[in-house]
């Protein structure tokens, strides 16, 4: 699978404010923590990409169904409006 980012971008501390245990417990499972912490925001990153782009289908959708009701029907503004 391709990367939507730049995986030979230098690496950089970060601060971040994470659950002690949580921490603990990751610890002894792996000893590259900042691996697993990348990996997972970059899939999160992918998903949220994708969702955003659902969303902005949907949204392209629906004002399209939206216009082809008006073209057809009318606005329901025009039977109401005295201008």
Do not use: C, H
């Amino acid at each position: 699978m391709k990367s939507t980012y730049d995986v030979t971008a230098r690496k950089r501390p970060v601060n971040l404010t994470l659950n002690e245990d949580l921490v603990d417990q990751a610890k002894k499972i792996t000893s590259n923590l900042s691996g697993v912490v990348e990996s997972l925001l970059a899939d999160y990153l992918a998903q949220e990409a994708q969702r955003r782009a659902a969303d902005a289908a949907l949204a392209r959708a629906t004002v399209a169904t939206w216009n082809r009701f008006a073209e057809r029907q009318g606005s329901f503004a025009d039977e109401y409006s005295t201008l």
